[in-house]
């Protein structure tokens, strides 16, 4: 569309004054109001993201003018959502330069702080960059205005979840503090439900060599976890092939109108982008929150430890000839498979969640404590792993009264994440993998 | 009671406003802590608005000093406590030795004698001087000046070889009483210390400098005689890097625009372009600030091609470990890459900080949020001008100077009517 040379200065305007005043007239209609600029390339950046086609000028010689349309309700959400300080970003560019993360080619997060400012929503949400960022926060740390990118890009990211993982609403419930309680009845209800089907809150004691002891499984079988569970897991895999298919095209469209199309669709890097996080190579880039690599690895391990316990579980209960062993239902065997990536998994996670926790603090003074969109995260985890450890341990101690409502609060724990990763904190996983794709596939990767 | 102004600090406000009063008919002092008169002004190499040497503007200062009989002036002098007020304040005024009498001649046979060396602060360090020393060439007074901190125990080798018994070793610190009617507060600035921003490496990569060592190394009376060297192997300099806001507008640092690093930066670039044909100069901003009349001295600069301008501040320096070079991180925001470049000298557009920030005040003085002096707090009869009150550049203090020199007249009217209704 525009000529090269308008191209290339794409983001030439760093004045945040130009970001339309949350008070102007456009607030009260919506952004249905352009807000005409004086800065012509800004102004063409803004253009392309919105998609509307830029005025052309009779006069080839003067630059045609420009109109953005800004989402203002989109920048008071940005504010709303963590970033609270993007107002005070003046785009002096230090954030982009002390950011380990960033490929050099069209760096964020500066570019990303001022879209945000000018409620370029559109653009954001198909950037790969909102999701590249690890939040390593050496740009809040160093940022001279204090206007904390890092916060700024998570909120964005958070924000884009509605339009990747179908329905929003649920995105928009999750991400949402006052309606906590309402998206955790949704689980604590579906496994209520199922204990009440096909379970019962009444359950006898087990039998024959477990006699007179709690087994789990009379309060909720084997195939009524795995049949609910199961279901819940697919259909949020569901939503995360959709929602990777999703982001996938607005990016491929978004880097077709920055003027650098993308072609290919990733499946070769899937490999190296696995290695890569297996390794996490990123996290151990970062400056002001170096720790960060460690405890995350250790939560990214338990989390995989325990979804074998689970994977194994299946295999023992189910294909019994696989393993020479007799078809069993729980509890297993303290030294089996099952019982090993379980007690391995709960370890890593208690030693992961505890120093994340801890970094948070540690950090705070300089990066902040985090949002609610974290805490959310880490507060599930923190009650998955009491109420994990406290129902192996109830069961062992043999305190129905305490080991069935823990077990059961540790079920719906488990079931809130099922259902809420492709809208919580927990779609970062994937979103961020796939942004990695598509970065190593535009050639635009971070030189490691 | 005769009307006397007293002057603290003897800058280029300070003086301006002690020579406008006093040729309006006010007796004037000037306190001066420095063993000369002229501050930082004398520092520079040229200045704004007419790129002449500051010397000259100086030296007329100098002449009006000598010619008025108005006008006294105390150097190496701390005002400790004042008090009183409008029309009848009472200094109380420290003056440390010399230690070299007004017989010095400025022959120089002292300092060739002279066995010990002190960092030469009027050069940023960039050099040692000898114990006794002539502040810079164009002192005044021009006298030289002991260093008793640099000496060796019992030394008097430059007692011993001075002709004219100038030197009396055994100088004591004086104490004295200034009644003053009204006080104009010029205490001036320092340069920030660029030491304290984390990431561009100041004081630790050699050919990081920061925008006032730059002014000396270009001065002909500087640490390289004018030739534009780099500190860590004396190479000539041909390509040549600006940081703006260097520390400047940055809550971690000072939260405030400076002023005068954008012009004193694109003066700079003049220095090594007009020295140099073959040399280059990249100045990194975020956004420049050439207000007024300036903006024609910004064009001149874009118009020459071995100048470049380049959008984005830099916020990581490191060295390259073969040359010396600095290389600077960037993001180039118009031309959207993040590019790291390396140059032979780097400098740092360093702001300035109120030079009465954080120091204990002989008088109440209100600050506002930066350490600036907030003109508004202060008594009646006492003003402030220049950079104590805010950051500006030479030609806007000196006329903040005059309106302290005003305001000293008005005191003095006001005196003199309430004389006069008696």
């Known amino acids: 569309m525009a000529d090269e040379s308008v191209e290339n200065k794409e983001e030439s305007t760093g004045a945040p004054e130009a970001a339309p005043e949350e008070n102007a007239p456009a607030a009260e209609t919506g952004s249905t109001a352009a807000v005409a600029t004086?800065?012509?390339?800004?102004?063409?950046?803004?253009?392309?993201?919105?998609?509307?086609?830029?005025?052309?000028?009779?006069?080839?010689?003067?630059?045609?003018?420009?109109?953005?349309?800004?989402?203002?309700?989109?920048?008071?959400?940005?504010?709303?959502?963590?970033?609270?300080?993007?107002?005070?970003?003046?785009?002096?560019?230090?954030?982009?330069?002390?950011?380990?993360?960033?490929?050099?080619?069209?760096?964020?997060?500066?570019?990303?702080?001022?879209?945000?400012?000018?409620?370029?929503?559109?653009?954001?949400?198909?950037?790969?960059?909102?999701?590249?960022?690890?939040?390593?926060?050496?740009?809040?740390?160093?940022?001279?205005?204090?206007?904390?990118?890092?916060?700024?890009?998570?909120?964005?990211?958070?924000?884009?979840?509605?339009?990747?993982?179908?329905?929003?609403?649920?995105?928009?419930?999750?991400?949402?503090?006052?309606?906590?309680?309402?998206?955790?009845?949704?689980?604590?209800?579906?496994?209520?439900?199922?204990?009440?089907?096909?379970?019962?809150?009444?359950?006898?004691?087990?039998?024959?060599e477990h006699a007179g002891q709690i087994v789990y499984g009379q309060f909720l079988g084997h195939w009524p976890i795995v049949d609910v569970f199961?279901?819940?897991?697919?259909?949020?895999?569901?939503?995360?092939?959709?929602?990777?298919?999703?982001?996938?095209?607005?990016?491929?469209?978004?880097?077709?109108?920055?003027?650098?199309?993308?072609?290919?669709?990733?499946?070769?890097?899937?490999?190296?982008?696995?290695?890569?996080?297996?390794?996490?190579?990123?996290?151990?880039?970062?400056?002001?929150?170096?720790?960060?690599?460690?405890?995350?690895?250790?939560?990214?391990?338990?989390?995989?430890?325990?979804?074998?316990?689970?994977?194994?579980?299946?295999?023992?209960?189910?294909?019994?000839?696989?393993?020479?062993?007799?078809?069993?239902?729980?509890?297993?065997?303290?030294?089996?498979?099952?019982?090993?990536?379980?007690?391995?998994?709960?370890?890593?996670?208690?030693?992961?969640?505890?120093?994340?926790?801890?970094?948070?603090?540690?950090?705070?003074?300089?990066?902040?404590?985090?949002?609610?969109?974290?805490?959310?995260?880490?507060?599930?985890?923190?009650?998955?792993?009491?109420?994990?450890?406290?129902?192996?341990?109830?069961?062992?101690?043999?305190?129905?009264?305490?080991?069935?409502?823990?077990?059961?609060?540790?079920?719906?724990?488990?079931?809130?994440?099922?259902?809420?990763?492709p809208f919580s904190k927990m779609a970062h996983m994937v979103y961020r993998a796939t942004a990695m794709a598509f970065a190593r596939t535009a050639g635009r990767d971070t030189p490691m | 009671m005769a009307d006397k102004v007293l002057v603290i600090g003897g800058g280029i406000s300070g003086i301006t406003?002690?020579?406008?009063?006093?040729?309006?008919?006010?007796?004037?002092?000037?306190?001066?802590k420095n063993p000369y008169l002229g501050g930082r002004v004398s520092q520079l190499y040229k200045y704004f608005p007419k790129l002449c040497p500051p010397y000259c503007g100086l030296e007329i200062n100098f002449r009006r000093i000598k010619q008025n009989p108005k006008i006294s002036y105390f150097t190496l002098a701390e005002v400790e406590s004042i008090s009183g007020s409008e029309g009848d304040f009472t200094a109380q005024v420290r003056v440390n030795p010399r230690y070299v009498n007004e017989k010095c001649t400025n022959c120089g046979e002292c300092a060739a004698a002279c066995p010990a060396q002190r960092a030469d602060d009027y050069n940023y360090g960039m050099k040692s001087t000898t114990a006794i020393y002539l502040p810079h060439d164009l002192a005044f007074p021009m006298r030289y000046v002991l260093d008793k901190s640099a000496c060796g125990s019992g030394c008097q080798a430059c007692a011993d070889a001075c002709a004219y018994g100038a030197i009396d070793l055994n100088m004591e610190p004086k104490t004295m009483e200034i009644k003053a009617s009204s006080i104009v507060m010029a205490t001036g600035w320092n340069p920030y210390d660029a030491s304290r921003i984390e990431n561009l490496g100041f004081g630790v990569i050699p050919n990081v400098i920061t925008n006032v060592?730059?002014?000396?190394?270009?001065?002909?009376?500087?640490?390289?005689?004018?030739?534009?060297?780099?500190?860590?192997?004396?190479?000539?300099?041909?390509?040549?890097?600006?940081?703006?806001?260097?520390?400047?507008?940055?809550?971690?640092?000072?939260?405030?625009?400076?002023?005068?690093?954008?012009?004193?930066?694109?003066?700079?670039?003049?220095?090594?372009?007009?020295a140099d044909a073959e040399s280059t100069a990249e100045i990194f901003y975020i956004d420049l600030r050439a207000p007024g009349k300036y903006e024609d001295f910004l064009r001149r600069l874009q118009e020459d091609e071995n100048v470049a301008l380049t959008k984005g501040k830099v916020a990581k320096i490191e060295e390259d470990a073969a040359t010396g070079d600095p290389v600077v991180t960037v993001e180039d925001v118009l031309g959207g890459g993040k590019?790291?470049?390396?140059?032979?000298?780097?400098?740092?557009?360093?702001?300035?900080?109120?030079?009465?920030?954080?120091?204990?005040?002989?008088?109440?003085?209100?600050?506002?949020?930066?350490?600036?002096?907030?003109?508004?707090?202060?008594?009646?009869?006492?003003?402030?001008?220049?950079?104590?009150?805010?950051?500006?550049?030479?030609?806007?203090?000196?006329?903040d100077a005059t309106s302290a020199a005003l305001a000293c007249l008005q005191t003095s009217a006001r005196a003199l009517e309430t004389a006069g209704g008696n």
Not at chain 1, 257 to 268: K, Q, T
Not at chain 1, 380 to 407: D, W
């Open chain 1, 230 to 421: 199961s279901t819940f897991f697919v259909l949020s895999i569901i939503i995360f092939l959709l929602g990777i298919r999703n982001y996938w095209v607005m990016m491929k469209k978004h880097a077709s109108e920055e003027g650098s199309p993308v072609s290919g669709s990733g499946m070769a890097q899937v490999g190296p982008v696995i290695g890569e996080i297996a390794a996490h190579k990123r996290f151990g880039k970062c400056d002001e929150t170096k720790d960060r690599k460690v405890s995350h690895l250790f939560i990214l391990y338990a989390f995989v430890l325990l979804f074998l316990a689970t994977v194994t579980s299946t295999i023992y209960t189910d294909f019994p000839l696989l393993w020479g062993g007799h078809g069993t239902e729980s509890p297993y065997p303290t030294l089996s498979l099952v019982k090993l990536f379980g007690y391995s998994g709960a370890i890593a996670a208690v030693i992961g969640i505890g120093l994340i926790t801890i970094n948070r603090f540690k950090h705070q003074a300089k990066v902040g404590l985090g949002s609610y969109f974290d805490w959310q995260l880490i507060v599930m985890i923190i009650v998955l792993m009491l109420t994990g450890i406290g129902s192996a341990a109830f069961r062992l101690a043999n305190i129905g009264v305490l080991a069935y409502p823990t077990y059961f609060i540790h079920l719906s724990t488990v079931m809130f994440l099922f259902i809420y990763a």
């Open chain 2, 213 to 274: 060592m730059m002014e000396r190394l270009a001065a002909p009376n500087g640490p390289t005689k004018g030739r534009i060297l780099r500190p860590s192997d004396g190479k000539e300099v041909k390509k040549i890097a600006f940081a703006q806001c260097a520390g400047s507008r940055d809550e971690n640092n000072l939260p405030y625009c400076s002023a005068i690093c954008c012009m004193a930066s694109l003066k700079q670039a003049t220095y090594l372009r007009d």
């Open chain 2, 339 to 399: 590019i790291r470049k390396q140059f032979d000298l780097v400098v740092l557009a360093a702001g300035m900080e109120p030079a009465a920030k954080g120091v204990k005040m002989p008088m109440a003085v209100s600050f506002e949020g930066n350490g600036f002096v907030d003109g508004d707090g202060l008594a009646a009869g006492i003003s402030v001008c220049g950079v104590a009150r805010r950051p500006d550049d030479v030609s806007t203090s000196v006329q």
């Open chain 1, 38 to 208: 004086a800065e012509a390339e800004g102004a063409e950046a803004a253009a392309e993201a919105e998609g509307t086609v830029a005025e052309e000028a009779a006069e080839p010689a003067v630059a045609p003018a420009k109109m953005i349309q800004p989402d203002i309700g989109f920048v008071r959400e940005v504010i709303g959502a963590g970033g609270t300080d993007l107002k005070k970003c003046f785009q002096c560019a230090t954030c982009s330069v002390v950011c380990n993360i960033t490929p050099d080619d069209h760096p964020f997060p500066r570019k990303e702080m001022i879209w945000a400012q000018w409620g370029l929503k559109e653009k954001l949400v198909a950037d790969p960059d909102i999701w590249l960022c690890h939040q390593c926060n050496d740009c809040t740390a160093q940022c001279p205005r204090d206007a904390k990118p890092g916060r700024v890009m998570q909120a964005v990211a958070k924000m884009s979840i509605p339009s990747l993982s179908k329905p929003g609403f649920l995105a928009k419930g999750i991400g949402n503090p006052s309606m906590i309680a309402i998206m955790t009845a949704l689980p604590l209800i579906i496994v209520g439900l199922a204990v009440g089907l096909l379970g019962s809150f009444n359950p006898q004691r087990g039998e024959g």
């Open chain 2, 17 to 32: 406003a002690a020579v406008e009063a006093a040729e309006a008919g006010l007796e004037t002092v000037i306190v001066e």
